[in-house]
């Protein structure tokens, strides 16, 4: 079973720029979701679809963050503009369900952003 | 506010020694416990632990889950220094829409 796929790997940006991230899923994994991981913490939520609609967003700071998952697939996590605090590996992840139960969440290799 | 609390936040070992780490949690609408280990990449999942008494393990490692105490151990055996990670645990619930509420991890270093 092919994971899930993230690019770029890594990227550097300097701040007040614009970012974007892809995401691939699990083939036949209808819930996605974004987390952000800061050094020395765990991952953080920022947001999660169920196919192609929002289920929570609720800690993604919009004003600058926006995602997309337009056909239940792949997604789209962009940052504009960024800032220094943005700084982090971003987790894209997948399951069959948004229950988790015997269904827990497989994650990709994540993108390091290094803004400066 | 829901929070997942993971202890110790480090662990220096050497090759053999047994390990215990701790996660305790106060999430809203509790589903299950997952936990996780990440290496320099992505985490990859361990357990999940929805019964509260019932340990599950995988080879070396082994997890149970204490509903009353709101708490779970992760048991490391016969550690080896590709167990070298840190551990994460999450929390499934939480008074929104169901996601994970992860702890900061325990940085388990495994010296030969």
């Known amino acids: 079973e092919a994971g899930v796929a993230q690019s770029p790997r890594y990227k550097i940006i300097e701040k007040r720029q614009s970012v974007a991230f892809w995401c691939n899923p699990i083939?036949?994994?209808?819930?996605l979701y974004w987390y952000q991981q800061i050094l020395g913490q765990g991952p953080k939520l920022l947001i999660q679809f169920q196919n192609n609609g929002v289920v929570d967003d609720s800690q993604l700071p919009k004003d600058r963050f926006s995602a997309e998952r337009l056909k239940g697939v792949d997604s789209t996590l962009k940052i504009q503009p960024a800032k220094l605090e943005d700084s982090a590996v971003y987790l894209c992840?997948?399951?069959?369900?948004?229950?988790?139960?015997?269904?827990?969440?497989?994650f990709g290799n994540g993108t390091r952003l290094t803004v400066t | 506010e829901d929070k997942v609390v993971q202890s110790p936040l480090s662990l220096v070992v050497h090759e053999g020694d047994t390990v215990t780490l701790n996660c305790s949690y106060e999430v809203t609408n509790f589903r299950s416990l997952l936990w996780y280990k990440q290496e320099k990449k992505a985490p990859t999942f361990l357990f999940m632990l929805?019964?509260?008494?019932i340990e599950k393990k995988s080879g070396r490692l082994s997890s149970i889950l204490d509903k009353k105490e709101l708490s779970s151990i992760l048991n490391i055996t016969a550690t080896q220094t590709g167990d070298s990670a840190i551990y994460l645990c999450a929390v499934e619930g939480g008074s929104g829409p169901l996601g994970l509420i992860f702890g900061k991890g325990t940085k388990l270093s495994v010296k030969p």
């Open positions: 992840a997948s399951s069959l369900d948004t229950r988790g139960y015997n269904s827990p969440l497989h």
């Open positions: 083939s036949g994994h209808a819930t």
């Open positions: 929805t019964s509260s008494g």
